[in-house]
């Protein structure tokens, strides 16, 4: 029963470097999300992908690129990590926004 | 820009008391979840809220939601160090794909 599955659970980077972070879910829902969560600001909207083959910017969507691979994996990459991406990172899934179901976040250093 | 303030922000209470969190907008929203989160885990839900006026409970939990859908809050009686977390609201509206999130409550219950 493992819902949303993302990893790496923790990253360091160094200014400038790539990562990609991933997930997947097997709960067969048609919406995927990456979030970002930071201090006192709640949970901000990165990008979305509604259905498989769509992509949407969220609330704060430079510096990450994302790819909606198959109906399962939905993975973000920053191609030139800066220290303003210093968060925790994470990947959901829903039906609609009805309920979201959240993968076990992503804690990322940029040095 | 929709808003979801949530307050307090913070609130550290003794175990066996009560107490109440808000979430407030302008905006009207068709639902509104709260989730709560866990250190080093992703949010859960707890409820969603469809209906103006909706009162649900969830054993010592009591969520209700505004008359004008515009507000919730969340009541809870004798607290326990179980309840400790960080409690999110989010508001549903628009294209149904996504959520606007409030900064979250983080509540300690002290034994």
């Known amino acids: 029963n493992a819902g949303v599955t993302q990893t790496p659970k923790f990253q360091v980077l160094k200014t400038g470097q790539s990562m990609t972070l991933q997930c997947a879910q097997d709960?067969?829902?048609?919406?995927m999300y990456w979030y970002r969560q930071d201090p006192g600001m709640g949970l901000r909207l990165i990008y979305y992908s509604a259905s498989e083959g769509t992509t949407d910017k969220g609330e704060v969507p430079n510096g990450y690129n994302v790819s909606r691979l198959n109906k399962r994996e939905f993975s973000l990459r920053l191609e030139s990590a800066a220290p303003s991406q210093t968060s925790v990172y994470f990947c959901a899934s829903s039906e609609f926004a009805k309920r979201m179901f959240f993968g076990s976040g992503t804690q990322l250093s940029v040095l | 820009t929709q808003l979801l303030e949530q307050s307090p922000q913070f609130l550290s209470i003794q175990e066996g008391e009560n107490l109440t969190v808000y979430c407030n907008s302008s905006?009207?929203?068709?639902?509104l979840q709260w989730y709560r989160q866990e250190p080093g885990e992703g949010p859960v839900l707890l409820v969603t809220?469809?209906?103006g006026g909706e009162v649900k409970k969830l054993k010592r939990l009591t969520f209700q939601f505004g008359d004008a859908r515009k507000d919730s809050s969340l009541h809870i009686t004798a607290a326990q160090p179980g309840d400790t977390g960080l409690y999110l609201c989010a508001g549903a509206w628009g294209s149904n794909y996504q959520l606007i999130w409030g900064a979250g409550t983080k509540l300690i219950i002290k034994p």
């Open positions: 809220v469809v209906t």
């Open positions: 709960m067969n829902h048609n919406s």
């Open positions: 905006s009207v929203f068709s639902s």
